[in-house]
């Protein structure tokens, strides 16, 4: 079946760089996406990556996805703060549903 | 932001009991989505729609139900609501023309605790 599994927890100091990880397991997704939740939210988009690239930049957010280890990493350069968040991947499809499939979210929590 | 609520916010009901979570969307997308959300699991798809009256399980549907009855209205039922119900739930709604991102845009979620 499908799977997306992720580390639960992840602490950095302030300044410094941030990598949350994530494996998926179905080989067929088109899109695989970072959310980010804030504390008493709901998800919010961050960024995604198409399944055919290797690397995606976005100001301070590196994505990295290896295909062939269905892996997919998100860094966040200069960590402040304000990044203290819950970090979701998920691969999703255009088979016509258009339904996600969620990791269990990495808890971001970044040190002063 | 997208035009997403959920009602009501916050429910403490009791086992047994029948709950109906609502969710309301302004901005006319044709799909829209239930999660659970608990620790250790992330976010289980519940059931979704592809439109009025068409709807479909997700992987954790057992003990739910839904109804689409209008674009703007999706409505979740637990019919006899279980402590394994305890959880914070979800919509979302999407669009096939949300750009080539298919974002999914999600409420700010409704707490519900069975006792």
């Known amino acids: 079946g499908e799977d997306v599994e992720q580390s639960l927890f992840l602490s950095v100091r302030e300044g410094d760089s941030s990598v949350i990880n994530c494996t998926y397991t179905?080989?067929?997704?088109?899109?695989l996406y970072w959310y980010k939740q804030e504390p008493g939210a709901g998800l919010q988009l961050l960024t995604y990556i198409f399944s055919n690239m290797d690397m995606k930049q976005d100001q301070r957010l590196t994505v990295l996805l290896n295909k062939k280890d269905k892996h997919l990493s998100l860094r966040i350069a200069d960590t402040q703060t304000g990044d203290s968040a819950i970090y979701f991947c998920a691969e999703g499809s255009t088979s016509g549903t258009y339904k996600y499939i969620f990791g269990t979210g990495t808890r971001l929590k970044v040190l002063a | 932001d997208a035009g997403i609520t959920q009602s009501p916010r916050h429910k403490v009901t009791e086992t047994g009991t029948p709950v109906t979570l609502r969710c309301h969307q302004t901005?006319?997308?044709?799909?829209m989505y239930w999660y659970r959300q608990d620790p250790g699991h992330g976010l289980r798809l519940i059931h979704y729609?592809?439109?009025?009256?068409?709807?479909d399980k997700g992987e954790v549907s057992d003990g739910y139900s839904v109804s689409r009855s209008k674009t703007e209205d999706f409505l979740l039922t637990l019919e006899s609501a279980t402590s394994s119900q305890t959880s914070v739930y979800f919509c979302?709604?999407?669009?096939?023309?949300?750009?080539?991102?298919?974002?999914?845009?999600f409420g700010p979620g409704t707490r519900l605790t069975v006792t």
């Open positions: 901005e006319n997308h044709r799909y």
């Open positions: 179905d080989s067929s997704s088109t899109y």
């Open positions: 729609s592809y439109g009025v009256k068409d709807t």
């Open positions: 979302a709604i999407s669009e096939s023309t949300s750009g080539p991102t298919y974002e999914q845009y």
